[in-house]
């Protein structure tokens, strides 16, 4: 009788339910409940002018906002702007998980694909609540349309992943565990950088808390001296690896960081009825639910 082979991916995916469940713990208890952004591109390491036709992938980035930094310039609020929802957001939250290549550039929109939401609805309440839109109106996909800010990500980035990841459910399960696994926010308030707004902190010892605490460094994009994004690397297995250089990372770029820069809070503009469906999640915790088939 044949023997099947486990899926690539299995011990990740079957692990992923329990991992999500312990969000809230592995969160810091201070977070609020909520109220991978996209515009309408989203530029990963090597820059917007540097894509490439795509004949697979090297590694993965884990792109990480700092919702202050972006909600501080909202001016027009909507009910699908994380920004816009009656508790300020005080943890990172995912713009993407790209896959990219080791001589700089990334693959983008590379299957044409049917985006099926079905397929995500168990994740939704934990999507909204550390992967939402941080701006209003709809996102670029990949054949000329416009959509909500998952199914960017997903048509732009997910389907690149192939065959590492096989669909939506595979690519935003994936990133929510590296997100609950590498715990950005956990690891900074560890080492006592907290969101203080008017504070500054030494660039070198963020990227050291970090390094030190997940074994490889990472890299950081800075908008007017503040953290806009923190992104994490891994390989193909999931495994920690040092983010490279990013090319506006130089000084005078425009990603640049200082040596000393803040995380600024912000004050939300709320739009009415945006709290709705999730105040149930204001002790902090993670729906539970049951894992069934991805082919369902």
């Keep these: 009788m ?19 469940l ?22 990963a390491a090597g820059g917007g002018s540097r894509k490439r036709r795509w004949v697979g992938f090297d590694y993965y980035v884990l792109a990480l906002q700092w919702p202050g930094t972006i909600c501080r310039e909202t001016s027009n609020c909507c009910d699908t702007n994380g920004c816009c929802r009656s508790q300020p957001l005080k943890w990172f939250t995912i713009h993407g998980l790209w896959p990219q290549y080791n001589y700089g550039g990334w693959p983008s929109c590379c299957r044409p694909t049917r985006f099926n939401i079905n397929k995500i609805l168990m994740l939704m309440p934990i999507l909204e609540k550390y992967w939402p839109s941080l701006y209003c109106g709809s996102s670029s996909t990949c054949f000329g349309g416009r959509g909500p ?6 048509e732009t980035h997910g389907t690149c ?13 994936t990133a929510l565990y590296l997100y609950s696994k590498y715990n950005v926010t956990k690891a900074l308030r560890k080492a006592r950088i907290r969101p203080t ?7 070198g010892h963020i990227v050291a808390v970090i390094e030190y ?5 990472p890299s950081l994009i800075c908008k007017n001296g503040s953290v806009q994004e923190l992104r994490l690397c891994f390989h193909k297995d999931y495994q920690p690896r040092d983010c490279t250089l990013e090319a506006g990372s130089a000084p005078n770029g425009r990603s640049y960081c200082p040596r000393y820069i803040t995380f600024p809070s912000y004050k939300p503009s709320v739009v009415a009825n945006t709290t709705e ?4 999640q204001s002790n902090g915790e993670v729906p539970s639910y049951t894992r069934t088939s991805d082919s369902e």
């Design 197 to 203: 707004s008017g504070r500054k902190y030494a660039v």
């Design 161 to 173: 992943a192939y065959p590492e990841i096989q669909d939506e459910y595979d690519y935003f399960s």
């Design 149 to 154: 800010f998952w199914v960017h990500e997903w």
């Design 277 to 280: 469906g999730i105040n149930n």
């Design 2 to 20: 044949e023997t099947r082979r486990p899926r690539r991916g299995w011990n990740k995916r079957f692990v992923l339910p329990l991992a999500l």
């Design 213 to 217: 605490a997940f074994g490889a460094m």
């Design 22 to 43: 312990c969000l809230a713990v592995l969160l810091p208890g201070a977070l609020l409940p909520p109220s991978a952004s996209a515009s309408s591109s989203s530029p």
